[in-house]
């Protein structure tokens, strides 16, 4: 894989790049800079590798290997099918030298890494295993060569609760891992399943934040997705982590694990600006007629208190504004989406957020730090 650094960015940029650029016209078309000597260090919380037991993995699956996943082969063939010696690959590939290149260049002081999705999700629950604790084994070796630089989640197999539990407990306590990633869900099943919830007893044991990553949705409700192209970042991945995130929230999670951090990206995958009526809908229809689960509290009380969104993939300051207003400046963090969204100009954008210097801090670094256990500067 011989791409270089500069081709990377400049192919990413111009081709990998996901954002809708009508959105935010007015701040692409400022002629804004990235700060120099920022009074906080920049912490991107979502940003992507993968192993090489896993690549391998992937790219069986797209060439005829058995998988019972349609969403991957919609997801995985739009990823990997440049192969294997696209910029793409060869930058999730790359946990060295040369990321850390890159996030100079980009004025990223620290990258918290995680397996891309689907991650070891696909696979049956033995190899999903071994994989996971490969790929955790790897990962904490770049971590410890570049420790200013990169922090580490763990990737864990919910195929198997136990031993993901075991090697949540082993990746923080061990490794020294900053928290967990799950690629939401696992062959179609969602982690609000009672089954699931040592994965949870185990997090909350290790105060160990779980992030949730959008995927492509599950089998059930795929196919008005792909067969609209739509399954993907433009509207499926968030759709699927919200459905995910609801469902934690009215069955209960966050009242057995009152200790347990979640963390999603894409500014909350839509869900800050529909709380009002999540909170009502569930305080009035489904506690009050429909006999369903009563909550300790209101849904919003679970995002001020559980639940923490990243900008991940979106620089764009009336949604992180209206998050962090209505979250708390506690509850959102900065991150890139790395290497699928790579543009410096939103690392200026996101500088320029009508923001103080001190909830900027929060936003780039300070909550990074406490919720990922990451060593304060």
């Not at 009508?22 to 993968?50: C, F, H, M, Q």
């Not at 990321?99 to 033995?126: C, K, N």
Request: aromatic fraction near 10%.
């Amino acid at each position: 894989m011989g791409t270089t650094r500069r081709t990377f960015l400049n192919y990413s940029c111009a081709s990998i790049a996901l954002a809708a650029p009508g959105i935010s016209l007015a701040a692409e078309s400022a002629p804004l800079k990235i700060r120099t000597n920022p009074p906080y260090r920049r912490i991107a919380t979502e940003e992507a590798w993968i192993s090489e037991a896993v690549r391998k993995g992937f790219y069986n699956f797209l060439n005829g290997g058995a998988l019972d996943e349609p969403g991957f082969k919609a997801m995985g063939a739009f990823i990997y099918g440049r192969g294997e010696d696209s910029p793409i690959v060869s930058a999730l590939s790359d946990i060295g030298a040369n990321r850390i290149a890159a996030m100079d260049e980009l004025g990223i002081h620290m990258q918290v890494l995680s397996l891309t999705a689907p991650g070891v999700q696909v696979f049956d629950a033995p190899t999903a295993t071994a994989l996971a604790i490969d790929s955790n084994d790897q990962l904490v070796e770049s971590v410890r060569k570049y420790p200013d630089r990169l922090a580490g989640l763990a990737a864990v197999p919910p195929q198997d609760p136990a031993a993901a539990a075991k090697e949540i407990d082993r990746a923080i306590n061990t490794l020294g891992l900053n928290g967990v990633i799950i690629s939401s869900h696992t062959k179609g099943e969602y982690l609000d399943k009672e089954k699931y919830w040592e994965i949870f007893e185990a997090a909350e044991a290790a105060d160990a934040a779980i992030y949730l990553h959008p995927r492509t949705p599950s089998p059930d409700m795929l196919q008005p997705y792909v067969s609209r192209g739509l399954e993907m970042a433009i509207l499926g991945f968030g759709a699927e982590v919200a459905l995910h995130v609801v469902a934690l929230i009215t069955n209960g999670v966050f009242d057995r694990f009152p200790g347990l951090k979640l963390v999603i990206g894409h500014a909350g995958e839509g869900l800050p600006y529909w709380l009002y009526r999540i909170d009502y809908m569930q305080k009035n229809v489904r506690e009050a007629s429909r006999g369903r689960l009563k909550l300790k509290m209101l849904p919003s009380d679970y995002f001020k208190k559980n639940i923490f969104v990243t900008s991940s993939g979106v620089a764009w300051e009336p949604a992180i504004l209206f998050a962090q207003q209505n979250l708390g400046v506690s509850q959102v963090m900065y991150a890139m989406d790395y290497p699928y969204q790579v543009k410096a100009k939103e690392v200026a954008i996101s500088d320029h957020f009508d923001m103080t210097d001190a909830d900027k801090k929060a936003f780039f670094q300070s909550n990074a730090e406490r919720v990922f256990n990451l060593k304060s500067t």
